[in-house]
């Protein structure tokens, strides 16, 4: 007993929060990766799945509730000689609540603590709850995204779950990963966070390059699977477009072909398969950039959502918004209510154009200037006037 009381003021001198570390998973050489934190990270499933994904030992020491003065006193990488290189970090949803200076302060003074200290910090951002999606200008995003400006390359990086379209507040499929307070991530998005942020740890845990994976035996290759060819193209891609990876086709071939991260459970053991048609059309463009296809008309993205009165362009016609919507294929009878076609591809002479209406015909586009032109050839200047002489792009 004398003995615990002992250590327990011991701690408060040295300005050391006692808390229950969690830990997961082993190392060989017996080094750790350290977390502190608040509720984001307390848990078991942001250390099981960085263990599992990382093969080596990772201690959780979060506390729920914790402001970042307590979370400063908890027992990080900088304090442990068996923690040579990985900080993680959260923190600043508790205690100076809109005083963002003060948490921008607070979260400063860990960071640098580390980096004296010798460490990689990676800051964990708070995954999407209604507060931050609702509004984006909201304290909570504003003082996370105050975070960015404590970035340094490789030496100070951020995982932001916001950009992670897994996790977006608004889609209803991401509800599992939230715990019953709608807000705090459930386990199973700890997991999922814990193996996303992992693909940031750029080598082992003492910073050496990761050693290169042993040859094993040729085999011959087979085409993707259906599940694995979605995860790649409508999880992996996006979100590594949303995070600005660098080459997002590429890295997520990285993951698949290596089985780590979460793509690893859609494409289990299909290492080296073959691209789909579906996966093969991201390799040179997988963001899909946008880019102009006549005059600032840019190509429809069924994932973007568009505002009343936007234009684009979607199999050789271009479509303007009815109402704002996402998700809805302009060239579908069902959104005939959402979108409104105002050039095809060929003028159609049974078709009763209106005024401001383009068509496109012969690699020309064409202004409509009345409402009622029905059967008027585009050579009618009554009825039409030339807006555009190349218009190629539109009609190939």
Request: hydrophobic letters at 30%.
């Amino acid at each position: 007993m004398k003995i615990l009381l002992f250590i327990s003021l011991l701690a408060c001198v040295l300005g050391v929060t006692l808390s229950a570390c969690r830990s997961a998973g082993t190392s060989q050489d017996g080094t750790t990766i350290r977390i502190i934190g608040d509720s984001l990270l307390a848990g078991n499933g942001i250390q099981s799945a960085m263990a599992s994904a990382l093969n080596t030992e990772v201690v959780n020491c979060a506390v729920s509730g914790a402001s970042t003065t307590e979370i400063s006193n908890q027992d990080a990488c900088s304090q442990r000689n068996n923690c040579p290189i990985w900080s993680i970090v959260s923190g600043g949803r508790n205690g100076p609540g809109e005083d963002y200076e003060t948490t921008l302060e607070g979260m400063t003074d860990i960071v640098n603590r580390e980096r004296n200290a010798g460490k990689k910090v990676i800051i964990f951002l708070y995954s999407p709850d209604a507060v931050s999606h609702n509004d984006p200008n909201s304290w909570v995003n504003t003082f996370q995204n105050e975070y960015y400006a404590l970035v340094d390359g490789d030496n100070v990086q951020i995982y932001d779950p916001r950009l992670d379209p897994r996790l977006d507040y608004g889609d209803p499929n991401s509800r599992q990963y939230r715990s019953e307070d709608d807000s705090h991530p459930s386990e199973l998005g700890r997991q999922l966070m814990g193996a996303a942020v992992s693909q940031l740890i750029d080598g082992s845990i003492t910073g050496e390059p990761t050693p290169a994976p042993q040859p094993t035996a040729p085999t011959t290759p087979q085409i993707c699977s259906g599940e694995c060819s979605a995860e790649f193209t409508t999880v992996c891609i996006p979100y590594h477009c949303q995070a600005a990876t660098a080459n997002p086709y590429q890295q997520c071939r990285n993951e698949l072909d290596s089985q780590i991260g979460p793509i690893a459970n859609a494409c289990n053991n299909e290492a080296g398969c073959i691209d789909t048609e579906e996966m093969a059309t991201l390799k040179d463009n997988p963001c899909g950039e946008e880019e102009s296809i006549c005059d600032g008309v840019t190509q429809w993205k069924a994932k973007k959502t568009y505002a009343a009165g936007s234009i684009v362009y979607h199999k050789f016609a271009i479509y303007e918004a009815k109402d704002a919507n996402k998700n809805a294929d302009p060239s579908k009878k069902k959104n005939k209510e959402k979108w409104r076609k105002t050039v095809s591809k060929l003028i159609k002479k049974k078709e009763n154009y209106k005024k401001g209406d383009y068509v496109i015909f012969k690699n020309k586009i064409y202004r409509s200037l009345q409402d009622s032109n029905a059967g008027k050839r585009v050579k009618n200047t009554k009825f039409w006037k030339l807006y555009k002489e190349n218009a190629k792009r539109c009609s190939d």
